[in-house]
């Protein structure tokens, strides 16, 4: 029987969306460079044309990057509202953030991802639920408008379903300290709580899930509670073994915990309470409106064109060397086949004499 590792090697999540911090950061650069200059070719060929001195100042790897954190909290704030489980907010989030190492804030409007990546999420994780809910949840939205991106969102996150959380890890690794019998409920129980509330926000928030496993993740968030669960645990597991091994393990699990202690759970609360923060976000989405795609700005217009035009598209007609040509069973010669075999032959229908 393989391995719970080796079972995660094969996942989606671990074959397309693991990255080292450096892969990640040219993934983002070059997908930066490539919406300006998409944009900039789109704006120069428009009607009336806009020169290249008057091109806008686009965004930085960087700015996007503050973008993408913003709606990510726009998502976890709405979806809430949706009554949507935790699972089904965790997928949505990791949705919109796949989505973007691809493609651009510049190219397709975040704020429409959201809720379509809210949506999607329901469905991946086999929840059943109304487009029509999520669209009252929002203001000035309708179910066209989060069905339009569906399938471009498909798209970017490379068909890729499957997210693997952390939190059936914390609570396996609960159950064993239970059952280590070396602390108290009382302890545990404020443990999994916490390390909970860590997990429904810090790995969304920043880029653990893309470097880092599920359990990793869990061990990181669980450090930042009370270290001692986790060494206990690791005492355990390791026993025997190598102190290297355990050293190497440990060293991961408090890289990743530096990287979830810049995003504490607190700040989804004290986050909108940040005057400046959010005047510098309202500057970056100004500057947004300016530098975006023209082409994709409305999703629904965008889809009907695409759906005209495809609807435009001759159908093509079968060429002399096609396959069906040289090996016979055409369409146009199975019908003739068919009928020729059910076609009477004289007046006798059981055909004629032997």
């Given at each position: 029987?393989?391995?719970?590792?080796?079972?995660?090697?094969?996942?989606?999540?671990?074959?397309?969306?693991?990255?080292?911090?450096?892969?990640?950061?040219?993934?983002?650069?070059?997908?930066?460079?490539?919406?300006?200059?998409?944009?900039?070719?789109?704006?120069?060929?428009?009607?009336?044309?806009?020169?290249?001195?008057?091109?806008?100042?686009?965004?930085?790897?960087?700015?996007?990057?503050?973008?993408?954190?913003?709606?990510?909290?726009?998502?976890?704030?709405?979806?809430?509202?949706?009554?949507?489980?935790?699972?089904?907010?965790?997928?949505?989030?990791?949705?919109?953030?796949?989505?973007?190492?691809?493609?651009?804030?510049?190219?397709?409007?975040?704020?429409?991802?959201?809720?379509?990546?809210?949506?999607?999420?329901?469905?991946?994780?086999?929840?059943?639920?109304?487009?029509?809910?999520?669209?009252?949840?929002?203001?000035?939205?309708?179910?066209?408008?989060?069905?339009?991106?569906?399938?471009?969102?498909?798209?970017?996150?490379?068909?890729?379903?499957?997210?693997?959380?952390?939190?059936?890890?914390?609570?396996?690794?609960?159950?064993?300290?239970?059952?280590?019998?070396?602390?108290d409920d009382d302890r545990l129980n404020q443990a999994h709580r916490k390390t909970r509330e860590i997990l429904k926000f810090s790995p969304l928030v920043t880029d653990a899930y893309f470097h880092y496993t599920p359990s990793q993740i869990m061990y990181a968030s669980l450090a930042m509670v009370d270290e001692e669960l986790v060494q206990r645990i690791f005492q355990e597991a390791f026993s025997g073994q190598?102190?290297?091994?355990?050293?190497?393990?440990?060293?991961?699990?408090?890289?990743?915990?530096?990287?979830?202690?810049?995003?504490?759970?607190?700040?989804?609360?004290?986050?909108?309470?940040?005057?400046?923060?959010?005047?510098?976000?309202?500057?970056?989405?100004?500057?947004?409106?300016?530098?975006?795609?023209?082409?994709?700005?409305?999703?629904?217009?965008?889809?009907?064109?695409?759906?005209?035009?495809?609807?435009?598209?001759?159908?093509?007609?079968?060429?002399?060397?096609?396959?069906?040509?040289?090996?016979?069973?055409?369409?146009?010669?199975?019908?003739?086949?068919?009928?020729?075999?059910?076609?009477?032959?004289?007046?006798?229908?059981?055909?004629?004499?032997?």
């Open positions: 029987m393989a391995t719970e590792d080796a079972r995660y090697r094969q996942s989606s999540q671990y074959r397309l969306w693991s990255f080292t911090p450096s892969h990640l950061a040219t993934l983002r650069e070059k997908t930066n460079t490539l919406a300006r200059t998409h944009i900039s070719n789109r704006l120069r060929a428009s009607n009336p044309p806009i020169p290249a001195e008057s091109l806008p100042e686009f965004l930085t790897p960087a700015e996007e990057y503050r973008i993408l954190n913003h709606f990510t909290l726009e998502l976890l704030r709405a979806a809430p509202f949706c009554n949507l489980p935790t699972d089904i907010q965790a997928t949505a989030a990791i949705f919109l953030r796949r989505f973007y190492v691809t493609n651009s804030v510049m190219t397709y409007p975040p704020q429409e991802l959201i809720k379509t990546c809210l949506f999607f999420g329901c469905k991946a994780e086999g929840y059943f639920i109304r487009v029509q809910k999520i669209a009252d949840t929002f203001p000035n939205t309708t179910s066209e408008m989060i069905l339009a991106a569906e399938y471009i969102l498909c798209q970017g996150i490379r068909f890729a379903f499957d997210v693997r959380h952390p939190f059936r890890a914390l609570e396996g690794t609960i159950m064993e300290l239970r059952r280590l019998g070396s602390f190598d102190e290297a091994a355990k050293d190497k393990i440990w060293g991961v699990i408090q890289n990743c915990k530096a990287m979830l202690e810049k995003e504490p759970p607190e700040k989804m609360t004290s986050y909108w309470e940040d005057k400046e923060g959010i005047k510098s976000i309202k500057a970056l989405r100004r500057k947004l409106a300016k530098c975006r795609d023209p082409d994709r700005a409305d999703l629904v217009a965008l889809q009907k064109a695409r759906r005209e035009q495809a609807a435009q598209k001759p159908k093509g007609q079968g060429s002399l060397n096609a396959d069906e040509k040289v090996f016979g069973n055409g369409i146009g010669e199975e019908r003739e086949f068919k009928r020729r075999k059910v076609a009477p032959e004289g007046d006798d229908i059981f055909g004629p004499p032997l």
